[in-house]
């Protein structure tokens, strides 16, 4: 289902969600080009997690057009499990079962999603243990790893489903401090091999050092987007002014 390097991974236009009477998204326009990286970054409550979330469904938006690789996602005819196959996504908690080795949490999925048996699950499962650094790790329980090996495992699971994007919600801020790095060091790397991805981070050196185009959100609204460079040193709104003064 790739669509052509003209069509963006991900266009949305006009979304609005609510919660009751809290209004979180007030008409939304966003996009990612193929395979650009988009970081996503703003105070708590600004509405990147739904924004987020809105794009493979995780959250129903209650107005507005998603679009991911061409194909509207809230037209009924959609077949929205044919679109999630498309998009991987890596959530602030690495949602591993516990009772199943590393291997098989990575083996599980394939099976009962894509329909490979247990040889080829395997094989794709060893090498997207090697390209997050655990190969060595996969006969072990997730209670046996740091959260920061068990965040990488969790990249591994969704790279395994061979996704044409990945969507990373937080996806250090459960971690220890010193255990951020070698997540980050995965990220960097699947960047660097073209991957298309949108992350809601506060990692603002990440954002820097990796993101085509940075995007603040605040009080459930796009303020800015830009150069990460241009809008770290020279953000034109006060509100964008505030929240780098205070994360820098």
Known sequence: ?????????????GLRKSYGSNEVLKGVDFRVGAGEVVCVVGPS????????????????????????EGVDIRDPETDLNRVRSRIGMV???????????????????????????RAQASEVAMS????????????????????????????????????????FDEPTSALDPELVGDVLAVMK?????????MVVTHEMGFAREVADK???MDGGVVVEEGLP?????????????AFFARVH
């Open 128 to 167: 997207n243990l090697e390209r997050v650094g655990l190969a060595e790790k996969a006969k072990a329980h997730p209670a046996q790893l740091s959260g920061g090996q068990q965040q990488r495992v969790a990249i591994a699971r969704a790279l395994a489903m061979d996704p044409d994007m990945m969507l």
């Open 45 to 68: 409550g600004s509405g990147k997690s739904t924004l987020l979330r809105c794009v493979n469904r995780l959250e129903e938006a209650d107005a507005g057009q998603i679009l991911v």
């Open 229 to 241: 460079s241009e809008m770290l040193a020279h953000p034109q709104s006060e509100r964008a002014r």
């Open 189 to 197: 790397s699947l960047a660097s091999e073209g991957m298309t991805m």
């Open 91 to 117: 959530f602030q908690q690495f949602n591993l079962f516990p009772h199943l080795t590393v291997l098989d949490n990575l083996v599980l999925p394939q099976r009962s999603v894509m329909g490979r048996g």
């Open 214 to 216: 940075l995007v603040f």
């Open 1 to 13: 289902m790739t669509a052509p390097v003209d069509v963006p991974a991900i266009e949305i236009q």
